[in-house]
């Protein structure tokens, strides 16, 4: 579960500072599947990167999963990442001189498993996204959908309940950002919590809930209404879909 209580963030860069967020108030609930929208520079990731404990708040609270991260020491909040958070980029972040399998072994180094439980455990990741016959590549062995699922493997290895992303479809074409979508999906029909960062219409169409953000502040924060079209025949699908958009 997920809290922001009068959030702000601030950037300052010498005597400039920048305000990021304003008194954003969040409460995401463990299970659900949020997609967040709004123009460049509107603040998406500096918000994911605060609700992924890579960044902290300039004022206000998070509350994660009853941790309040403001209360933690460094240790604690080292490991509650680690435990809670897998993070998705838009452009994959996965170090080019490590093969797929290293990379995915990466959040897992300093967990205290054996070199058999990790490789066990990086396995099943690289298997849950289809590619462990992958796992002696290095990324530039891979096309950008590869690698998107090789960072998803990464993120899944701690076998966290949040799921983050931040435009984790941007850097690829409609097609293969499809592909990401439906294991996104999956990953939330699983149990897992997802949040999202996007700015195409279609990719927020996966989600149940659309937050809007614009100037660091939210705009609109909508359930998503969905059909189930699968059981429809193709014509009645492409109809309710044209309806929906
Ligand atoms: P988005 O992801 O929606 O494009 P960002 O969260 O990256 O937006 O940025 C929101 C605002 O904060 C922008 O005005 C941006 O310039 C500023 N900003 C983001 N990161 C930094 C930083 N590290 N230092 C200074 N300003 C920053
Ligand atoms: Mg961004």
């Given at each position: 579960?997920?809290?922001?209580?009068?959030?702000?963030?601030?950037?300052?860069?010498?005597?400039?500072?920048?305000?990021?967020?304003?008194?954003?108030?969040?409460?995401?609930?463990?299970?659900?599947?949020?997609?967040?929208?709004?123009?460049?520079?509107?603040?998406?990731?500096?918000?994911?990167?605060?609700?992924?404990?890579?960044?902290?708040?300039s004022e206000g609270e998070y509350i994660l999963n009853d941790n309040n991260?403001?209360?933690?020491?460094?240790?604690?909040?080292?490991?509650?990442?680690?435990?809670?958070?897998?993070?998705?980029?838009?452009?994959?972040?996965?170090?080019?001189?490590?093969?797929?399998?290293?990379?995915?072994?990466?959040?897992?180094?300093?967990?205290?498993?054996?070199?058999?439980?990790?490789?066990?455990?990086?396995?099943?990741?690289?298997?849950?996204?289809?590619?462990?016959?992958?796992?002696?590549?290095?990324?530039?062995?891979?096309?950008?959908?590869?690698?998107?699922?090789?960072?998803?493997?990464?993120?899944?290895?701690?076998?966290?309940?949040?799921?983050?992303?931040?435009?984790?479809?941007?850097?690829?074409?409609?097609?293969?950002?499809?592909?990401?979508?439906?294991?996104?999906?999956?990953?939330?029909?699983?149990?897992?919590?997802?949040?999202?960062?996007?700015?195409?219409?279609?990719?927020?169409?996966?989600?149940?809930?659309?937050?809007?953000?614009?100037?660091?502040?939210?705009?609109s924060d909508e359930l998503n209404l969905k059909v189930d079209t699968r059981?429809?025949?193709?014509?009645?699908r492409s109809m309710i879909e044209e309806e929906v958009r």
């Open positions: 579960m997920i809290d922001l209580i009068n959030v702000v963030k601030d950037f300052k860069n010498g005597d400039v500072s920048v305000r990021a967020l304003q008194e954003i108030n969040l409460h995401i609930d463990q299970g659900e599947f949020v997609a967040i929208m709004g123009p460049s520079g509107s603040g998406k990731s500096t918000l994911m990167n605060i609700l992924g404990l890579l960044d902290i708040v991260i403001k209360k933690m020491s460094e240790a604690q909040f080292a490991i509650l990442r680690n435990k809670e958070i897998g993070f998705v980029f838009q452009s994959f972040n996965l170090l080019p001189k490590l093969t797929a399998f290293r990379n995915v072994e990466l959040p897992l180094v300093y967990s205290g498993l054996s070199k058999k439980e990790r490789r066990e455990r990086v396995i099943a990741a690289l298997e849950r996204v289809g590619l462990a016959d992958r796992m002696d590549h290095k990324p530039n062995q891979l096309s950008g959908g590869q690698s998107q699922r090789v960072a998803i493997a990464r993120a899944l290895v701690t076998n966290p309940s949040f799921l983050l992303g931040d435009e984790p479809t941007g850097a690829l074409d409609s097609k293969t950002g499809e592909m990401i979508m439906d294991l996104f999906c999956q990953l939330h029909e699983e149990g897992r919590t997802v949040i999202l960062v996007t700015h195409d219409e279609h990719v927020a169409s996966y989600a149940d809930r659309v937050i809007r953000i614009l100037d660091g502040k939210i705009l059981s429809l025949s193709d014509d009645s």
